[in-house]
Nanobody, 124 residues
Framework: QVQLVESGGGLVQPGGSLRLSCAAS????????MGWLRQAPGKEREVVAG????????AYADSVKGRFTISRDNTKNAVYLQMNNLTPEDTAGYYC?????????????????WGQGTQVTVSS
């Protein structure tokens, strides 16, 4: 079955950086686009970044553009999210997710599989 395991979250000061990792298994990883979603308390889950099956194209929510970078390594069945210049508004649970085929990258409902999440807290 599809398994996605995130790691790398934690507590960081404003302006700091974190790198999230996601290990995927149970499916042909290189055949699927992937994304990172986040959900803050009381808010809906939102897609912050997406990457195509081969890493050739990426997309970002406006709120993270220029600060976050999504990447993948198909030889390791892994996807990453480098987060720089973090702000308290980035505090959320972050989830690695597999995207449905033939769907846009920016809707959370287009990601039917996601991991257990990793918490990112940005605070001084």
């Amino acid at each position: 079955q599809v398994q996605l395991v995130e790691s790398g979250g934690g507590l960081v000061q404003p302006g700091g950086s974190l790198r999230l990792s996601c290990a995927a298994s149970g499916f042909t990883f290189s055949s699927y686009a992937m994304g990172w979603l986040r959900q803050a308390p009381g808010k809906e889950r939102e897609v912050v970044a997406g990457v195509t099956w081969n890493g050739g194209s990426t997309a970002y929510a406006d709120s993270v553009k220029g600060r976050f970078t999504i990447s993948r390594d198909n030889t390791k069945n892994a996807v990453y999210l480098q987060m720089n210049n973090l702000t308290p508004e980035d505090t959320a649970g972050y989830y690695c997710a597999r995207k449905m085929r033939i769907s846009t990258w920016d809707r959370a409902t287009h990601y039917p599989y996601w991991g257990q999440g990793t918490q990112v807290t940005v605070s001084s």
